[in-house]
């Protein structure tokens, strides 16, 4: 069973870049699919981008493609989240999570890391 850990939110200038990191804990991390979600301030919690255990595919929401890119490092047990030209609305609570390969749910959650894009 894995542990997930979140850092590297913080506050940014519109325009600025952030790389959030996620480290697992626990001998299993390359066997699962990893994925990044944000709650902003009045809104639900949405997806923002996954990849998959051996990082041959990734997926993007459509607000933050081409801005951000997913990635993982099996080796240190780490997801990222390299976050480039933010905009306010990018602004949220940020998660990481993880699913076994052969599952469709995320069922293990980090604590959160807070983003916050100004003006």
């Known amino acids: 069973q894995v542990q997930l850990v979140e850092s590297g939110g913080g506050l940014v200038q519109a325009g600025g870049s952030l790389r959030l990191s996620c480290t697992a804990s626990?001998?299993?991390?390359?066997?699962?699919?990893m994925g990044w979600f944000r709650q902003a301030p009045g809104k639900e919690r949405e997806f923002v981008a996954k990849?998959?255990?051996?990082?041959?595919?990734?997926y993007y929401a459509d607000s933050v493609k081409g801005r951000f890119t997913i990635s993982r490092d099996n080796a240190k047990n780490t997801v990222y989240l390299q976050m480039n030209s933010l905009k306010p609305e990018d602004t949220a609570v940020y998660y990481c999570?993880?699913?076994?390969?052969?599952?469709?749910?995320?069922?293990?959650w980090g604590q959160g890391t807070q983003v916050t894009v100004s003006s």
């Open positions: 999570a993880a699913r076994p390969s052969r599952s469709n749910k995320y069922d293990t």
């Open positions: 626990g001998r299993t991390f390359s066997s699962y699919v």
């Open positions: 990849i998959n255990s051996n990082a041959g595919s990734t």
